[in-house]
């Protein structure tokens, strides 16, 4: 079965560039979630859209900023990076209507970034 | 606020021994749907099994099973027949009307030969 895929699987950029990340959510899943994971950390949820438009946010920094586009990817567009966004970023989704519901988020492979 | 608390940061288990990871959870809603994700050395995060709260029945998903006590916001997992492939960190976790998982800190597992 199809499942989240997230582009690149690794990226290294350097402090105060910009980085971002594209998320492919499983087909006809209309949410999508992204969190952040810091080494040793729990994920932190960051934001979430359905049907393209914001539908809840967390810690995301101002300096994130997130949309979902007609067909349902998203991007994460990260700038003026600090050593401190070093970390895996996760890329979920979810269907509002489909089996599972929008409680039950599958999650693709990861971003790893390498701040540096 | 919702929060989710794994007070267990390490376990080990003998393989094919029973283990069990405790998770607790603090919130004022009344729906809401809990999980365990598994995260494995390749940092995937794979859905272990979950819980609706306005099911009396424990989940259950082969070697896989929980201990739902909602009064006492307890949501505990339990593998069977522990295998080496669980080993694992394995992260509790909590979603109500907001959409937005609240993950535990996790549980280290090391399924020993």
């Known amino acids: 079965a199809a499942g989240v895929i997230q582009s690149p699987r690794h990226l290294i950029k350097e402090k105060r560039e910009t980085a971002t990340l594209k998320c492919y959510p499983i087909?006809?899943?209309?949410?999508v979630y992204w969190y952040q994971q810091g080494p040793g950390q729990d994920p932190q949820f960051l934001i979430s859209f359905y049907e393209k438009m914001q539908s809840d946010k967390g810690s995301i920094p101002d300096r994130f900023s997130a949309q979902q586009f007609s067909d349902y990817h998203s991007e994460l567009n990260m700038s003026s990076l600090e050593l401190g966004d070093s970390a895996l970023y996760f890329c979920a989704s979810s269907s509002a209507v489909l089996a599972g519901g929008p409680y039950e988020q599958y999650f693709g492979p990861g971003t790893r970034l390498t701040v540096t | 606020a919702q929060t989710v608390t794994q007070s267990q940061p390490e376990m080990s288990v003998q393989e094919a021994e029973t283990v069990t990871l405790s998770c607790t959870y603090d919130t004022s809603e009344n729906n809401y749907y809990l999980f365990w994700y598994k995260q494995p050395p390749s940092r995937q995060m794979i859905l272990v099994i979950r819980?609706?709260?306005?099911?009396?029945q424990n989940a259950t998903e082969n070697r896989f099973s929980v201990n739902f006590q909602k009064a006492a916001k307890s949501f505990s997992l339990k593998i069977s027949d522990s295998q080496l492939g669980d080993t694992a960190m394995y992260f509790c976790a909590f979603i109500s009307t907001g959409n937005q998982f609240y993950f535990g800190t996790g549980t280290s597992l090391t399924v020993i030969p």
């Open positions: 819980q609706e709260a306005y099911k009396q």
């Open positions: 087909p006809r899943h209309d949410t």
